[in-house]
């Protein structure tokens, strides 16, 4: 078991550590009571290498976590090889399908020294580098038929489940979208409006277009191929059910 002192000198590394890495950084810490939480970390860490092979070694007893405003996550952990400092790698989303994760590269996790003014330059050039294209990468993965929209070009797709998603390129766009029901996936950044009341729905997408318009930002709807956009008169026809899938297994 860790002791007092050894999970305050974690938990004090990874608020240093958060407030030197670029962007807004937060960080908790995670003590060996709380197991299920640390299982879940465990099997989220997003590494097939140095970090993997301390964990099959050594089960979390305790862990730091630090998070960004993005849903972006690094997990602190106690360092096994007789040298002072501490393992960071890097935490795969959980929102995203295992789809998504297929043909990215693992950003491995790194070896951190017992200074954090230091490892945060360490972190930010190589770990944080890594970890930004693969991020970048599994989210449009998951956006699974979602054009990405432009500044100037918002496009929304209908979905199987009668909803609407969007992936806006532009803050003034997302504040228009957010302020007629859009809602944000924080993980995979697509924003959803419901088709729950497609009256509702086709009332917000009325609306949505002159306002964007008027920001100099057009609009496109784009419907999968094999599917008919439902309409208000509709309203009584249930959505298609989207068709059974089976997950693939991400490895990592």
């Keep these: 078991m860790h002791d007092h002192h050894t999970s305050e000198r974690l938990a004090s590394y990874a608020d240093v550590l958060a407030g030197e890495l670029p962007d807004s950084w937060t960080s908790s810490h995670l003590p060996a009571d709380a197991k ?12 097939l290498d140095l970090v993997a092979a301390s964990l099959a070694e050594h089960p979390l007893q305790q862990a730091a976590i630090l998070s960004r405003q993005d849903g972006a996550q690094l997990a602190l952990l106690d360092r096994h090889d007789g040298r ?46 890594r970890y930004d ?9 998951a956006l699974d038929g979602i054009q990405p929209s432009q500044p ?17 390129a532009d803050d003034r766009a997302t504040a228009v ?5 859009f809602a944000q996936d924080p993980q995979s950044g697509i924003y959803r409006l419901s088709g729950d ?8 997408l009325r609306e949505i ?19 008919t ?23 990592r």
């Design 36 to 47: 299920d939480d640390l299982a879940e970390l465990a099997d989220r860490i997003w590494d």
């Design 84 to 129: 002072d400092g501490f393992l960071i790698a890097a935490v795969a989303p959980h929102a995203l399908p295992d789809e998504a994760f297929r043909g990215v590269p693992e950003p491995n996790g790194i070896a951190l020294a017992d200074d954090p003014f230091l490892s945060a330059e360490q972190v930010t050039g190589d770990l944080l580098a």
């Design 133 to 141: 294209a693969a991020l970048a990468q599994v989210r449009h993965n």
């Design 152 to 168: 100037d070009r918002v496009v929304l797709t209908w979905q199987p489940d009668g909803s609407i998603a969007t992936a806006p």
């Design 177 to 181: 979208l957010m302020a007629h029901g």
């Design 197 to 204: 009341d497609t009256r509702a729905q086709a009332r917000a």
């Design 209 to 227: 277009g002159p306002r964007l318009d008027a920001l100099g930002i057009g609009t496109a709807l784009q419907h999968p191929a094999g599917r």
């Design 229 to 251: 956009a439902p309409t208000a008169a509709a309203a009584s026809v249930p959505p298609v059910p989207a068709g059974p899938r089976t997950p693939a297994i991400r490895s």
